[in-house]
């Protein structure tokens, strides 16, 4: 079955840390993987996606088909990262509807 | 743009009583998606509509639960007969069109207390 999981619930850093949250995958497909995210009191909003191959506020993600993973990275933490992250895939095809994962809270310290 | 737009933002029901569930997508996008979020988990999709038609609905529970996306007019998902297990986040999402290319807009959601 096609699952997105997510083995953090919370990740605290502190500023100017790296960052790297956990996403991995089950898809017996060619997926297409997308990170969202929501900052507090905001709308869960597209942060990027693995077909895009581009770095959005300093994030990066790449799709490793091989560990059937898509961490999300940045070098550097700031303080307005702070964020529930979602990592999701898409099925594609005649539906474009998403699995999410559970969601990671990063929490930058200062 | 005002964006995907969802009323109420809160509802609370009583056990067997209706919920209506609104969702106005964002302007140009036909397409419109319903998530749920139950405490603790991640969003789960529910349906998948475009104008006057429901695509997917593999995500809705059998009983009880409907979706329309009329020609004219909002989105509305509706549970009879709310139980307390219904009490969830409900988010809608719209897309100009249905390919993975095509980004989904998040609406705030509408939080549903079932007393």
């Known amino acids: 079955a096609q699952r997105v999981t997510q083995p953090e619930k919370l990740l605290s850093v502190f500023k100017g840390a790296p960052v790297e949250l956990k996403c991995n995958y089950s898809?017996?497909?060619?997926?297409?993987l997308f990170w969202y995210v929501q900052y507090s009191r905001q709308r869960l909003q597209l942060l990027l996606r693995?077909?895009s191959r581009e770095s959005i506020k300093g994030f990066t993600a790449d799709l490793n088909k091989g560990e059937t993973s898509f961490h999300l990275k940045k070098p550097f933490a700031q303080e307005e990262d702070s964020a529930m992250y979602y990592c999701?895939?898409?099925?594609?095809?005649?539906?474009?509807?998403?699995?999410f994962g559970t969601g990671t809270l990063l929490a930058v310290q200062p | 743009n005002a964006g995907v737009m969802q009323n109420p933002r809160h509802l609370v029901r009583r056990r067997g009583q209706e919920a209506r569930l609104r969702c106005s997508p964002m302007?140009?996008?036909?397409?419109v998606y319903w998530y749920r979020q139950l405490p603790e988990e991640g969003l789960k999709f529910m349906v998948y509509l475009q104008k006057e038609n429901i695509i997917d609905e593999s995500g809705m529970p059998k009983e009880r639960f409907s979706a329309e996306f009329p020609k004219e007019g909002p989105s509305i998902l509706r549970i009879q007969q709310v139980v307390r297990g219904d009490s969830a986040a409900y988010f809608c999402?719209?897309?100009?069109?249905?390919?993975?290319?095509?980004?989904?807009?998040f609406g705030p959601g509408t939080r549903l207390t079932v007393l």
């Open positions: 898809y017996s497909g060619s997926p297409e």
């Open positions: 999701a895939l898409s099925y594609g095809g005649a539906t474009n509807k998403l699995i």
């Open positions: 302007k140009g996008h036909s397409h």
């Open positions: 693995h077909i």
């Open positions: 999402a719209s897309s100009p069109g249905g390919g993975s290319a095509d980004t989904q807009y």
